[in-house]
């Protein structure tokens, strides 16, 4: 960015009102700016002249040495100006320019007035969107220069980041280009721990921590330029990338492994701090703990301790001779506290029969007072008060009346088993006097009398309790009803949709049947034409061949004149040919190819084989070859196979061997 630097207004020497020439702001370096073609009026075919910069690069401009060209005779400009800078529109002469000119707002109608918070001033930046992409700028190093891409172009492409990558790829490399260039590159992203350079103009460098990479992927599209030379060899366009490095996955692996340790190490801590004490070690046996633990044991409050102490003792295997004596007497100890604990027992069982006691004179007395108000409630229910009540007072106390009877029972229910509980323990104990069995039977009677009184009473509140369970049960019966109607009713509807479904699929499938007898008949008929072709083309097969049967018999004709007198020749000779053929055991020539291919086979196992392997052989020749075809072959020609039994016993084998050799010197 170019810092413009404001350096105040000079006096002007002419009226801005009256005069129409333009407003020139001069520098020492005489730099001009000519006037527009629109401003002067000149010819708008000709080209503007250049601003000549001077070869800093412009940073240093302020507005002294920027001549501008404003053109005065419009005053509305000027008053613009001037109420920008927070001044009022005066001319020259004093006079003020635009009459609507409100002084106590220092500004004119219609124009904001100027704030040191807006941007472009260079007291405050204004804040960047976030959409924004960032401009790069031109990088220079000692021995090359980089420049930034294309802002509008699209992010160059990248791959997946792999965990803990520390490695980079870089591409598009100027050939000329070496290590230390891409180290004084690449060292200002940071800490550079390896280079490995290819001679195919990429390299891969490693830095030493994951955030380096980031900043390296940010040359990705930089122009690199060695020195001011513009030759082939020493450009290149850089193009950087995650690389995948076996050591950058170790130290991510080792690094992640480590966090697991710590974990499951703070895991353990937590679960360590929630869980219970452990019980404090016990001491090891000598004879000062011996007699430690023998004072123990004769103090109650510690006795639980020492007693613990004596069983791991003992345990531990620490009875010996020599300690017999400590250990009898600690036992000893431990047996006194015996008639300590029956004591302190019998007490609490005192104390419980009193709280039993005590329990169940309560549990009366709160029984009289549900009765006593369950009483009441059914005097509310009789007709004579039952009648002013309203119907939400009378569904009320109905509610009450059933609540207090069920908690009645139930504690009547609990009273009843504590005394069964009372009379099982008094029929289990012994009764020496007669008059205490006299007394106990009388209290048994009084008891049961009043067992009997109360069950009386608990029977006739059951009995209301039924008739009221009876009336909400008819309630409910009829609620009941009523639901089942309407389920009744859904299912109906719910059955009929079923039917309709069920008929409107019975239609599509009848469609479907028709279509299929539709397609059937044409089948048939496609079938009947291809069988009348058939019988057509048979017919003109027999007609053809007839013919030829015709032509071979006339041509058969005329040969067989000629031959008549050399088949009676011959004939004379071959009959005693025909008569051997008719008399051997070879009728065909495909017997004779079977004799022959069997008289190999034997030949080349002189020990025989079996029918079954023979054939095996021979269906591998011809599928059709069956087993009892060969073996009647063979049985007919004796003089060339033998059939002969070997083995002995459950391995008695039939085998068939060649003998034609023996059988031609027979014959």
């Known amino acids: ?228 030379s513009t030759d082939k060899k020493d450009t290149g366009r850089l193009h950087v990338d995650f690389a995948q490095a076996r050591d950058d996955l170790y130290e991510w692996e080792c690094k992640q492994r480590m966090l697991a340790r710590e974990e499951r190490h703070r895991r353990r801590l937590e679960e360590e701090r929630f869980h219970p004490p452990s019980p404090p070690p016990v001491v090891h046996y000598s004879d000062h703990e011996c007699s430690v633990v023998a004072e123990k044991l004769k103090d109650d409050t510690k006795f639980l301790e020492a007693i613990q102490t004596l069983l791991t003792w003992i345990e531990r295997g620490e009875v010996n001779r020599r300690t017999a004596n400590n250990f009898y007497s600690m036992i000893q100890s431990a047996n006194s506290h015996i008639r300590r604990l029956v004591n302190e027992k019998a007490a609490h069982e005192k104390e419980m029969e009193e709280a039993k006691e005590k329990f169940k004179l309560a549990l009366s007395g709160i029984l009289v007072q549900f009765e006593q108000i369950v009483a009441v409630y059914h005097s509310a229910s009789k007709q004579k008060a039952w009648d002013h009540f309203t119907k939400a007072q009378r569904k009320n106390i109905s509610v009450w009346c059933k609540q207090a009877e069920e908690i009645r029972n139930i504690h009547n229910d609990e009273l009843m088993g504590i005394r069964r509980e009372e009379e099982m323990e008094m029929s289990d104990e012994e009764i020496e006097d007669p008059s205490e069995m006299k007394e106990t039977e009388e209290s048994a009677l009084v008891s049961q009398v009043e067992a009997l009184k109360e069950e009386n009473d608990s029977l006739r509140w059951q009995l209301d309790a039924y008739r009221n369970e009876v009336e909400l049960l008819k309630q409910e019966q009829g609620k009941a009803n009523r639901d089942e109607d309407t389920t009744k009713e859904q299912q109906m509807k719910l059955l009929q949709q079923a039917l309709q479904g069920m008929q409107k699929h019975l239609l599509k499938v009848q469609d479907e049947y028709k279509k299929r007898e539709a397609e059937l008949e044409k089948v048939r008929e496609d079938k009947l034409k291809i069988e009348t072709l058939l019988e057509n083309l048979k017919e003109q097969q027999s007609i053809a061949d007839e013919e030829d049967k015709e032509r071979d018999a006339i041509d058969c004709q005329g040969s067989e004149s000629s031959t008549s007198r050399v088949c009676a020749c011959s004939q004379e000779k071959e009959c005693p040919v025909e008569k051997t053929l008719s008399n051997s055991p070879v009728k065909s020539e495909r017997e004779v190819l079977l004799v022959g291919i069997i008289s190999t086979f034997l030949h080349v196992h002189p020990f025989g084989a079996s029918i079954e392997y023979i054939c095996s052989y021979l269906q591998r020749l011809d599928s059709k070859i069956c087993t009892a075809e060969v073996e009647v072959l063979m049985t007919r020609l004796q003089n060339t196979f033998r059939q002969e039994l070997s083995g002995v016993g459950a391995s008695l084998e039939k085998r068939w061997k060649f003998c034609g050799f023996d059988g031609l010197k027979m014959t």
């Open 1 to 228: 960015m170019f810092l413009v630097q404001y350096a105040g207004l000079n006096h002007l020497s002419f009226d801005p009102a009256n005069s129409s020439k333009s407003l020139q702001f001069g520098s020492a370096a005489g730099l001009r700016v000519s006037e527009s073609p629109a401003e002067n009026g000149s010819d708008p075919g000709k080209k503007r002249k250049r601003t000549n910069v001077p070869a800093d690069g412009g940073k240093n401009l302020s507005l002294d040495s920027i001549p501008m060209g404003l053109p005065m005779s419009d005053p509305t400009a000027w008053t613009t100006v001037m109420n920008n800078l927070g001044m009022a529109p005066m001319g020259m002469t004093g006079q003020p320019l635009l009459p609507d000119f409100d002084p106590a707002l220092g500004m004119m109608t219609g124009i904001p007035p100027i704030n040191p918070m807006m941007p472009g001033l260079g007291i405050v930046p204004p804040p960047i969107p976030p959409d924004m992409p960032a401009v790069k700028e031109i990088i220079h190093c000692k021995s090359c220069t980089l420049f930034p891409p294309n802002p509008h172009l699209p992010p160059p492409a990248t791959r997946e980041r792999p965990p803990g990558c520390k490695t980079v790829f870089v591409g598009g490399l100027p050939e000329n280009g070496t290590e230390q260039i891409i180290m004084e590159v690449f060292e200002q992203c940071g800490e550079v721990i390896a280079i490995r350079k290819s001679k195919k103009n990429f390299c891969h460098i490693r830095f030493a921590e994951e955030f380096m990479v980031d900043k390296a992927l940010y040359l990705s599209g930089y122009r690199i330029r060695l020195g001011s």
